[in-house]
């Protein structure tokens, strides 16, 4: 596709849920990055992935949260035991290779009741 | 560990007029990049401008200008001819150029608003 495309766009689920939000970063792009926006505040790092491989997992705020890059392209971030304050919109970012612009798709929104 | 601070959380300007929008960070990095970020209603992040911190020039693009204060740490966004499109909020980041990430550190933001 032309962009960074995010699935689903919204994603309502029950506390201690199970929840997959999906990442198609541009074709050939190979560093793909999560974030995670709260209400009210800029987005923060989760994950970067260079390839298949996760370099840098330092922002993910618990053993709950996972991703995967199997193929070096889709990559899925999963959440397991969902709680309220895991409430927020999950941006992927996809860039050519490192230092070079990123861009962004348009986020999940998950809301977590 | 890299911060960036905006401490403006709203704005707001008239048509055709030209609005300035702060930005203060702090790094011990030397070598890096700054950006401005802007986020309409659809939620999708779109680059602005971008400033390399070793040039000493100002970035410019088309309507968007930087103020880029390496001392000082203040990396702000002048905006000329505003147009009702600019509504949106812009986020501030920081990308240090060493290491294997890449990694932005976003700023909370401000909330601009264009009135016709």
Same mark, same amino acid.
């Given at each position: $596709?032309?962009?960074?495309?995010?699935?689903?766009? *919204?994603?309502?689920?029950?506390? =201690? &849920? /199970?929840?997959?939000?999906?990442?198609?970063?541009?074709?050939?792009? +190979?560093?793909?990055?999560?974030?995670?926006?709260?209400?009210?505040? =800029?987005?923060?790092?989760?994950? /970067?992935?260079?390839?298949?491989?996760?370099?840098?997992?330092?922002?993910?705020?618990?053993?709950?949260?996972?991703?995967?890059?199997? @193929? =070096?392209?889709?990559?899925?971030? &999963?959440?397991?035991? +969902?709680?309220? =304050?895991?409430?927020?919109?999950?941006?992927?970012?996809?860039?050519?290779?490192?230092?070079? #612009?990123?861009?962004?798709?348009?986020? +999940?929104?998950?809301?977590?009741? | 560990?890299?911060?960036?601070?905006?401490?403006?959380? @709203?704005?707001?300007?008239? #048509?055709?007029?030209?609005?300035?929008?702060?930005?203060?960070?702090?790094?011990? @990095?030397?070598?890096? /990049?700054?950006?401005? /970020?802007?986020?309409?209603?659809?939620?999708?992040?779109?680059?602005?401008?971008?400033?390399?911190?070793?040039?000493?020039?100002?970035? +410019? #693009?088309?309507?968007?200008?930087?103020?880029?204060?390496?001392?000082?740490?203040?990396?702000?966004? !002048?905006?000329?001819?505003?147009?009702? $499109?600019?509504?949106?909020?812009?986020?501030?980041?920081?990308? !240090?150029?060493?290491?294997? *990430?890449?990694?932005?550190?976003?700023? !909370?933001?401000?909330?601009?608003?264009?009135?016709?």
């Amino acid at each position: $596709g032309a962009g960074v495309s995010q699935t689903p766009s *919204n994603k309502v689920t029950e506390k =201690g &849920k /199970y929840v997959e939000l999906r990442c198609d970063p541009i074709s050939g792009h +190979t560093a793909l990055y999560w974030y995670r926006q709260s209400l009210g505040q =800029g987005p923060e790092f989760l994950i /970067y992935f260079q390839g298949t491989g996760a370099a840098d997992d330092s922002g993910l705020p618990n053993d709950r949260f996972f991703a995967v890059r199997p @193929e =070096g392209s889709v990559s899925t971030l &999963k959440i397991q035991r +969902t709680e309220r =304050g895991d409430s927020a919109v999950y941006l992927c970012a996809s860039s050519l290779d490192q230092n070079t #612009e990123a861009f962004f798709g348009q986020g +999940t929104r998950l809301t977590v009741v | 560990a890299q911060t960036v601070t905006q401490s403006q959380p @709203e704005m707001s300007v008239q #048509e055709a007029e030209t609005v300035t929008l702060s930005c203060t960070y702090d790094t011990s @990095e030397n070598n890096y /990049y700054l950006f401005w /970020y802007k986020q309409p209603p659809s939620r999708q992040m779109i680059l602005v401008i971008r400033q390399e911190a070793y040039k000493q020039q100002n970035a +410019t #693009e088309n309507r968007f200008s930087v103020n880029f204060q390496k001392a000082a740490k203040s990396f702000s966004l !002048k905006i000329s001819d505003s147009q009702l $499109g600019d509504t949106a909020m812009y986020f501030c980041a920081f990308m !240090k150029l060493a290491g294997a *990430n890449s990694k932005l550190t976003f700023g !909370k933001g401000i909330t601009l608003s264009v009135r016709p």
